[in-house]
């Protein structure tokens, strides 16, 4: 007995589940919850009056909103059909009048509006110093302007 060795059992186990997924039983009859009702709102003691926020005043205004349309004198003369950014050039169909290199141009849009003097201007990648109406045209502007933007002529 005093050289009996003790054995180990051997805890076997459970294999993996296979592949498949359990199939879960739908029971009975699930009964649903009712919804939590919210505690209607307190009412105020009648022939009390509750104090209303005070508003504050608006600050009147100072100066008008400028003009959104061509001004007094001002012709339009075509429209920005493209803009390239890295070159800062306008593409610009031109509907009437002509325009030539040393005008004043007005860019109007949705968020543009500027005015430039007209330095130079390509049809077909050649420099021009005028161009009439029908004509496309690159024109060098100063700040962004956007496809649509109506480009007006201002009067010397």
Same mark, same amino acid.
């Given at each position: 007995?005093?050289?009996?060795?003790?054995?180990?059992?051997?805890?076997?186990?459970?294999?993996? +589940?296979?592949?498949?997924?359990?199939?879960?039983?739908? =029971?009975?009859?699930?009964?649903?919850?009712? +919804?939590?009702?919210?505690?209607?709102?307190?009412?105020?003691?009648?022939?009390?009056?509750?104090? &209303?926020? *005070?508003?504050?005043?608006?600050?009147?205004? =100072?100066?008008?909103?400028?003009?959104?349309? +061509?001004?007094?004198?001002?012709?339009?003369?075509?429209?920005?059909?493209?803009?390239?950014?890295?070159?800062?050039?306008?593409?610009?169909?031109?509907?009437?009048?002509?325009?030539?290199?040393?005008?004043?141009?007005?860019?109007?849009?949705?968020?543009?509006?500027?005015?430039? &003097?007209?330095? *130079?201007?390509?049809?077909? /990648?050649? *420099?021009?110093?005028?161009?009439?109406?029908?004509?496309?045209?690159?024109?060098?502007?100063?700040? /962004?302007? &956007?496809? /649509?933007?109506?480009?007006?002529?201002? +009067?010397?």
């Amino acid at each position: 007995m005093a050289a009996a060795k003790k054995r180990k059992a051997k805890v076997k186990r459970k294999k993996a +589940p296979s592949g498949k997924p359990a199939v879960r039983r739908k =029971s009975a009859a699930l009964k649903k919850k009712a +919804p939590a009702r919210k505690p209607a709102p307190r009412r105020a003691a009648p022939g009390k009056k509750t104090a &209303r926020p *005070s508003r504050k005043p608006r600050p009147a205004a =100072s100066a008008p909103a400028p003009a959104r349309g +061509p001004l007094a004198g001002e012709v339009r003369v075509g429209v920005v059909t493209h803009y390239f950014g890295h070159l800062s050039v306008a593409a610009v169909r031109l509907e009437s009048g002509s325009l030539r290199v040393g005008d004043t141009i007005r860019v109007l849009g949705h968020t543009s509006d500027f005015r430039q &003097r007209v330095d *130079s201007m390509q049809v077909e /990648h050649q *420099s021009v110093s005028e161009a009439s109406a029908g004509q496309e045209i690159g024109l060098r502007v100063t700040e /962004h302007a &956007r496809e /649509h933007d109506v480009v007006y002529k201002v +009067p010397a």
